[in-house]
């Protein structure tokens, strides 16, 4: 064998040892996610944040152009106040029951 031969298995495994790690960098960041999704979520946050996240989907697509920070917060909170609203007309539908 050359040192051609040699200079392909080196970039190979290099190729590799690359991937390995950040294959693993990746896998520690969903794990990090997922537990801090675990501390800090609720339902009521989640349902919020989805429908937040598809109203500025609309937007977008309606204006065909990004959103300003102020606006994205706007539909955040409105869609946090909305449902935080919902969820209490119905533990008040419950109590009536």
Known sequence: MGNYAYLGIGILLGIAVSIYIYMSREEKIEQEIAINK???STK???TAL???VEKMKTLINER???LSEEEKNEIIFDCFEHQKN???NKNKA???C
Do not use: G
């Open 38 to 40: 675990k501390i800090f």
């Open 44 to 46: 009521l946050l989640d």
């Open 50 to 52: 989805e429908k937040a």
């Open 64 to 66: 065909n152009k990004e």
């Open 86 to 88: 919902n969820m209490k």
């Open 94 to 96: 419950n109590e009536n």
